[in-house]
């Protein structure tokens, strides 16, 4: 089935470095959503992005739509220690939201 | 706060035995997700419904089921539990079925197969 991949796995960065993170896939989608996951909570939608090319931006938060709709980015930029969490790139199969794959996760800690 | 509320936080139970997960989606929510997370296989999605219907179905277990009532909350049901469904699951509500509406997930019960 339709899989997506993340990258970093985990990262480790000092208070205030920017931070970058990618999803690919070997399928094409029409959408990509980024969620963040804190530790005892469920995942919570950062940004959703539905344009190839498309850049979205959600305070610190940049994100990017592929242009070959196979990947997408994220970026934090100036990170602080709340943005400690799990990012996770998810993607609807078909055109709603009924069915979301999810990648791995990357998992992020901010070393104050 | 997303408003989704699932019951219980922990739930510990042995092999073979069954268990039932409760969710209350958000007000106004006509539909309801269940995801299964584990570490080896992160999130997955199992099932959807709506208004009480089943309308997608994941990559849910024949020994898993569940339904949506009335009152619109959904309940999980996991039988002949084995020590590989140890596992956190969720429940996500969005305000309707398909296009473009956001889910928004519950904390979340985690499972515990000894």
């Known amino acids: 089935g339709q899989q997506l991949n993340q990258s970093p796995q985990s990262m480790f960065i000092q208070e205030g470095e920017d931070v970058s993170m990618n999803c690919t896939s070997s399928?094409?989608?029409?959408?990509w959503l980024w969620y963040k996951q804190e530790p005892g909570e469920g995942p919570v939608l950062l940004i959703a992005?539905?344009?190839?090319?498309e850049l979205t931006s959600n305070g610190r938060l940049t994100a990017q739509f592929g242009i070959t709709r196979k990947d997408s980015f994220l970026n934090i930029s100036a990170s602080i220690p709340s943005d400690v969490g799990i990012y996770f790139c998810?993607?609807?199969?078909?055109?709603?939201?009924?069915?979301?794959?999810f990648g791995p996760g990357t998992s992020l800690s901010v070393i104050p | 706060d997303s408003g989704v509320t699932q019951t219980p936080k922990h739930l510990i139970t042995a092999t073979g035995q069954r268990v039932t997960l409760r969710c209350s989606p958000r007000?106004?929510?006509?539909?309801v997700y269940w995801y299964q997370q584990s570490l080896d296989q992160g999130l997955q999605f199992l099932i959807q419904?709506?208004?009480?219907?089943?309308?997608a179905k994941g990559n849910i277990l024949e020994r898993f089921s569940a339904q949506q009532f009335p009152d619109l909350h959904s309940e999980l049901n996991l039988s002949s539990l084995e020590l590989g469904d140890s596992a956190l699951y969720f429940c996500?509500?969005?305000?309707?079925?398909?296009?473009?509406?956001?889910?928004?997930f519950g904390p979340g019960t985690r499972l515990t197969v000894l």
């Open positions: 998810a993607a609807p199969e078909g055109t709603s939201y009924d069915k979301v794959i």
């Open positions: 992005l539905y344009k190839a090319g």
């Open positions: 996500a509500s969005s305000v309707v079925a398909g296009g473009n509406n956001e889910q928004f």
């Open positions: 419904y709506y208004n009480g219907e089943e309308r």
């Open positions: 399928s094409i989608f029409n959408t």
């Open positions: 007000s106004g929510d006509l539909s």
